[in-house]
């Protein structure tokens, strides 16, 4: 009995630290189901990582989908407009041009930094494209946050442009190392100067979207 109970504990610590992060606040399209109880449970909503590093950059040639799926996966893919988890409900509403807070959590930190894009959704009926996200700075001014080692619930304040508005615009979330300014992957890898270093070369990718309104 105290054999099977070890397993079983190791199994559940082992798809715990297995997952890795999202955006929760907005809430992102995957993880609805927290918010609202009518939803379908997913339990690995803090797992999308483009399929993993072999096949994002293997399979995929680095591809990645838009809102964190295996790029390989047949469109919609199950984060993107009109996929799985991608059915029109807003979870955020937003002033132009305003600062506004969103929260992430990390269930395992691998340092890096976190980085932040939008995606005006012209057809509501189609997915959204990697070529419709823009790039948000954050209210400091700068193009991501670096994640520390103590690192685990994250608030950012992210600057909206100015002159936007849209019934339907994709928040995105975007997690990814530094390469040689931390280490995200606990792995050997090529550095740009053609030196080899743990945390260098392709890394582990974490991505969620939520379906915002902007007035």
């Known amino acids: 009995m105290a054999v099977k109970l070890t397993l079983v504990l190791a199994a559940v610590y082992l798809h715990q630290v297995s997952g890795h992060g999202m955006m929760l606040s907005p ?46 996966d ?33 269930t395992a930190n691998h340092l890096g930094s976190i980085s932040y894009s939008i995606c005006v959704l012209k057809d509501p009926s189609l997915p959204e494209t990697e070529d419709c996200f823009q790039a948000l700075k954050l209210a400091d001014g700068s193009d991501s946050f670096p994640v520390s080692v103590t690192d685990f619930q994250i608030e ?35 550095c740009e100067d053609g030196t080899g270093a743990i945390g260098c070369g392709d890394q582990e990718i974490f991505r969620s979207c939520a379906d915002i309104l902007i007035v």
């Open 27 to 72: 809430t992102n399209r995957a993880s609805l189901w927290r918010i609202y109880s009518a939803l379908s449970p997913n339990y690995e909503d803090n797992e999308y990582f483009c399929g993993g590093v072999q096949a994002q950059y293997e399979q995929n040639g680095g591809n990645c989908g838009p809102c964190g799926d295996n790029y390989a």
């Open 74 to 106: 047949p469109q919609p893919r199950s984060n993107e407009n009109t996929g799985t988890y991608g059915i029109g409900i807003i979870s955020g509403v937003y002033t132009e041009g305003s600062v506004i807070n969103v929260s992430s959590t990390l």
């Open 156 to 190: 950012n304040a992210v600057q909206l442009p100015e002159n936007l508005t849209c019934e339907r615009c994709v928040l995105r979330w975007h997690y990814r190392c530094d390469l040689r300014l931390v280490v995200c992957r606990n792995s050997w890898g090529t």
